[in-house]
């Protein structure tokens, strides 16, 4: 996969021009799979690795330089991996704002001490309760999976390759939050953070009250207390200062914080059935609970299903309706369709707008079905 993305990122800068734009977005699509498969591998490895390294630590009161520095390294890399796999994942889709530099370092430093709270919770409390603490981690990883079975991600292809996708995740979330779903995060976010705040609280209580007092003072052990939740509180502080002034979407106490990416509606344009948006998203949306269900009000569904930054339109009688060049089709609301048909949907689509840029000098147009045409639906849904 690297040398794909590096082979297509070349090809980007070498092809012509009408191809270049094809094969940078290529890169693009391949450059957020491959943070994602790292950001995997990172929590399947350094996480239990950083836990291990910091209960010997523990036991033995004392610190290795070399044993600090792997434990180090493998702290920061939990916390890089999930910063660069959001800017990547915004940077590849139209239908997000880019994350600034400013907001991926504070990310890190959110992800960095709330992580590090979390993995000393655990050291202290396996230090002291090994086989309670293996239940702990079973037990919280069943709840963390099904609770993220039940949010109905989107991400694979089938249903099965979901459920072991979202069985994986369940492993991030024994360390530290990962939004995995389109919508409204906010209440999910904070229901998870209580819990691990409870829950941090809970083992580092216990393993204050059951430490070995022969190998560990009781400063010491005030001063791993105080560690632990100064820790989490620094990485909850990050937290706030990322969403209240450098989240992409715009501050979340703000007067614009509607989550969504255009500020206000913008005013209905009187079209013909036969025009059509000419400028392709990057990576299409998927389909939504609340785009399922048609409900109104939530802060995420003002954003149309497959709708694409609009630019500044002309005036009525300069437009002209477009036949030239291919044009698909879509059904804009789709809500019928399960999560994993609608990312399949999804997939295809994306690929037929790259091999249509690819083929043909004129860019696909994307033409979205009328609200003033309901007998379309049937046909759409059967045709895409």
């Known amino acids: 996969r690297y040398l794909r993305a590096l082979y297509l990122g070349l090809q980007s800068r070498w092809q012509a021009e009408h191809r270049r734009r094809h094969f940078y977005w290529r890169m693009m699509f391949e450059s957020a799979d491959i943070s994602m498969l790292r950001l995997l591998e990172t929590f399947l490895k350094s996480a239990p690795q950083l836990v291990l390294q910091l209960s010997i630590m523990v036991q033995q009161n004392s610190i290795d330089p070399l044993q600090g520095l792997s434990a180090s390294a493998s702290l920061v890399s939990l916390a890089w991996m999930i910063a660069s796999y959001q800017k990547v994942l915004r940077d590849s889709r139209e239908d997000k704002m880019p994350m600034s530099y400013k907001g991926a370092v504070v990310q890190i430093l959110w992800h960095l001490f709330t992580i590090a709270a979390r993995a000393i919770a655990f050291a202290l409390f396996a230090s002291v ?17 099904f609770w993220i079975i039940q949010g109905e991600t989107d991400f694979c ?22 939004n995995v779903k389109e919508g409204r995060s906010r209440y999910r976010m904070c229901i998870y953070y209580i819990i691990t705040l409870s829950e941090n609280a809970a083992l580092t209580v216990l393993w204050f009250l059951y430490y070995d007092r022969k190998t560990t003072s ?27 002034l450098l989240h992409p979407n715009g501050p979340m106490f703000g007067p614009h914080a509607t989550g969504c990416i255009f500020r206000q509606q913008p005013a209905p344009v009187p079209v013909s059935p036969t025009d059509a948006v000419t400028s392709p998203p990057r990576s299409l949306p998927r389909t939504t609970g609340g785009e399922r269900d048609g409900a109104p009000g939530e802060r995420d569904s003002c954003v149309p299903v497959f709708q694409v930054r609009p630019c500044p339109a002309p005036a009525p009688a300069a437009r002209a309706p477009r036949t030239e060049g291919p044009v698909i089709r879509i059904d804009l609301p789709r809500k019928k369709y399960p999560a994993w048909d609608a990312h399949f949907i999804d997939r295809r689509l994306r690929k037929t707008i790259l091999a249509l840029e ?22 759409y849904e059967t045709t895409v």
């Open 129 to 145: 309760f090994q086989l309670y603490f293996g239940i702990f981690i079973v037990t919280h990883w069943c709840i963390m999976t």
């Open 157 to 178: 292809m089938s249903k099965w390759e979901e459920i072991i996708y979202n069985m994986v995740v369940g492993i991030i979330y024994i360390f530290c939050w990962f």
């Open 218 to 244: 009781d400063f010491d052990a005030l001063i791993l207390v105080c560690v632990v939740s100064s820790s989490f509180a620094l990485g909850i502080f990050f937290m706030f200062i990322y969403y209240c």
């Open 358 to 379: 690819y083929a043909s000098p004129t860019t696909p147009r994307l033409q979205y079905r009328t609200a003033g045409a309901p007998q379309e639906v049937l046909e």
